[in-house]
């Protein structure tokens, strides 16, 4: 084999969710699983390397593999994960661009939320590739590279640490470190509603995986993302990492995500003294309806008045909150207004929101019966790409409209040094400053495409 990289490709988008700004370009959300990918083939001896596609052309991205990576140097196949729909086109065009420089390459494609069920589908779509794998990528790693008489020579844990050592420009990322994967919790429009919740990651394991995250340069401080889609520690759990992070002398500052029934305020100090400094709470709603609709909670309030107390409780702490929130189908001017109400009655506790319509993402087969659930609620379909159904979420609110009612919900509880707060800590470039941001803001004619406020 030759010396240089197996290269771990995540596609980036030539189109997005959510309208462009010249910073909104500039985030960096990192391909965690597809790390994972790297991290295991480093630990089997196989040098590897990831590149994010991020905003970037496939052009550039393939530019930067081939002068900066030796890529044409490469014997190993290449793992391009797609993480979304909205990857799809960008995926289409860098697989065209590699066959036209080197088309004997060969390249085994993932994405466990694109490829769905069945590989017919993404097959259909994509220039020939070797490999279309379903599922989680780790637990199928052996049999995928054997086709290649490539052979793991160790067990792959079952608590690795991510290698950001493996991240091209790992430096400009804000690490994230997984503590649990799946939910389990039965929410209609979660992707995640019947993956069982898997246990925390034990403190001394995570401690260990933070050691290995400082880099001490001139740009903003490393602020990692506990990943997990249910944030659940116990009293033992947040006591224990609040002491072993003093007994290490770490003195870090964190974000995670967690539901309203998931974290308890009575735990909220011992994770403030660990360093919890924003949480991201899935609110999602504050209309009773619409949360029973969307599956959130059988008793709404009682689901509200934890939402409250957990509020409170993280304000009197010092842990700012995020609240996402999601407009549902069958969501009416009415129901609008119960959750602003709620956030109205709260707004000195929020430091920012996140708004948006309901968005069906999956091949047709695959969401044909959720599609059904949201029809009967009163959604209709607005318009469609691939993979993507875009709503009308019900005779009073279409989909044009709801985008506009998404962005003037956020840039009430919501201000720029606060978007800029959150975006920072998690998603912007490290080396990207406040003064960069208001430099880019000058640039906008449309402020109101903005999702904060200007004052």
């Not at 979660?190 to 933070?210: A, Y």
């Not at 009682?302 to 407009?327: C, D, P, T």
Request: aromatic share 10%.
């Amino acid at each position: 084999m030759s010396k240089s990289y197996f290269f771990c490709i995540s596609a980036g988008q030539t189109i997005t969710r959510k309208k462009k700004t010249p910073f909104s370009l500039k985030h960096r959300y990192l391909n965690y699983g597809l790390l994972s990918l790297a991290t295991i083939l480093k630990e089997q001896n196989i040098p590897a390397i990831q590149v994010q596609g991020l905003f970037e052309s496939p052009r550039k991205t393939l530019q930067i593999c081939i002068e900066e990576l030796n890529f044409l140097d490469s014997e190993y196949p290449l793992f391009l994960s797609i993480p979304s729909f909205y990857a799809l086109d960008w995926s289409i065009e860098f697989i065209h661009l590699i066959y036209q420089i080197k088309p004997k390459q060969k390249i085994i494609v993932g994405g466990r939320w694109v490829v769905g069920n069945t590989i017919k589908n993404l097959q259909d779509i994509l220039p020939p590739v070797d490999q279309i794998v379903t599922g989680l990528g780790e637990t199928m790693l052996s049999s995928i590279l054997s086709k290649y008489d490539i052979t793991l020579i160790k067990k792959i844990s079952d608590h690795y640490r991510l290698n950001y050592d493996l991240l091209h420009e790992r430096h400009l990322y804000q690490p994230s470190i997984e503590i649990s994967r799946g939910c389990g919790m039965g929410c209609a429009f979660c992707q995640e509603r019947d993956e069982k919740l898997t246990s925390l990651k034990p403190v001394v394991e995570l401690i260990d995986e933070i050691k290995l995250l400082t880099i001490k340069d001139q740009f903003n401080s490393i602020t990692p993302y506990f990943e997990t889609s249910m944030f659940t520690p116990n009293r033992k759990w947040s006591i224990q990492l609040k002491e072993y992070l003093a007994k290490e002398g770490l003195n870090i500052q964190w974000r995670t995500e967690g539901r309203i029934d998931s974290i308890s305020p009575e735990n909220i100090p011992h994770l403030s003294e660990a360093g919890l400094t924003i949480l991201d709470l899935g609110l999602e709603s504050a209309s009773e309806k619409q949360l029973i609709s969307m599956k959130k909670t059988n008793n709404p309030k009682l689901y509200l008045e934890r939402a409250s107390k957990l509020l409170i409780k993280a304000h009197e702490y010092g842990v700012k909150v995020k609240i996402n929130i999601l407009l549902y189908a069958g969501e009416t001017i009415d129901t609008l207004k119960e959750t602003e109400n709620w956030l109205e009655k709260h707004k000195n506790y929020i430091t920012g929101i996140s708004v948006g319509p309901i968005t069906v993402y999956g091949w047709d087969e695959d969401v044909y019966s959720y599609m059904n659930e949201l029809k009967i609620l009163g959604a209709s379909i607005s318009h469609t790409s691939t993979g993507i159904k875009y709503l009308h979420l019900s005779p009073e609110i279409n989909f044009k409209e709801s985008l506009k009612i998404s962005r003037e919900l956020s840039r009430r509880f919501m201000t720029k040094e606060n978007y800029f707060f959150l975006k920072s800590f998690s998603y912007l470039p490290r080396n990207y400053k406040y003064e960069n941001f208001l430099a880019d803001l000058n640039t906008i004619d449309n402020k109101d495409d903005l999702t904060f406020s200007m004052t």
